[in-house]
Structures are given as C-alpha cells and as structure tokens.
C-alpha cells in the first residue's frame, strides 16, 4: 500500500483545514486507516482511525474537533481538522494496517506527511 498525504499548511487559532490522505495498492476497506501526529520534540500521537468494519476513533484532544471519512470510490480518506488551536501544530501522517489501533508501531505503511502549523 502506497499513501500521499496532503493538504496542510498554515492556518490562525480557530480556522480549518483538511487533509486527504490518497492510497493505492489495496481496496480502502480491506485494511484499516490511521491519522497519526507529531509535534516538534514529541511522540508520535494517535490522531484518528477507521477500523475495516468502517467504525471510526477519535483521540480524546481532537474530539469533537476533528473527524475523519473516506470516499471509497477514490480510495481516500479525509481528516477534517476544525476549531485549532496552536497545540495541534505537527506533522500530520497518515498510515495503514491490517487492523486498526492506536498504537502508531502497528502501522506497517506510512505516508510522507504534511504540515499542519497554527499560530497566530
């Protein structure tokens, strides 16, 4: 499974912005998807994922702010970030596995990343 992540950039406290995650390789409901984080100086933090039976997680930091879809047909899958504060600056990745969970080591595949900063 190959993935390109896109879609981040700059954005002020309280604004929005969405990433796409593009696969290829396998159809997107064989395997899960995870959005995964990482500030500068941190871990590597679980974001969002969706499991195979299409069930979605959400971190308890994120939620109620951010969610996460799919559009099968184009094999992508969208984290919708809103109302962001400054401690959601990072790297932003998505990744895929054989099932889904928060743990990012059980991620075998591993987009590029892209960058998310909000300040003001």
């Known amino acids: 499974v190959q993935l390109q992540a896109s879609g981040g950039g700059w954005v002020p406290p309280g604004g929005s912005l969405r990433l796409s995650c593009a696969g290829s390789?396998?159809?997107?409901?064989?395997?899960?998807w995870g959005w995964f984080r990482q500030a500068p100086g941190k871990e590597r933090e679980f974001v969002a994922a969706?499991?195979?039976?299409?069930?979605?997680h959400t971190a308890d930091s994120v939620k109620g702010r951010f969610t996460i879809s799919r559009d099968n047909a184009k094999n992508t899958v969208f984290l919708q970030m809103n109302s962001l504060i400054p401690e959601d600056t990072g790297v932003y990745y998505c990744?895929?596995?054989?099932?889904?969970?928060?743990?990012?080591?059980?991620?075998?595949?591993w987009g590029q990343g892209t960058l998310v900063t909000v300040s003001s």
């Open positions: 390789g396998r159809a997107p409901n064989t395997y899960a």
């Open positions: 969706f499991a195979r039976s299409g069930l979605t």
């Open positions: 990744a895929s596995s054989s099932w889904w969970s928060s743990q990012s080591t059980c991620y075998a595949h």
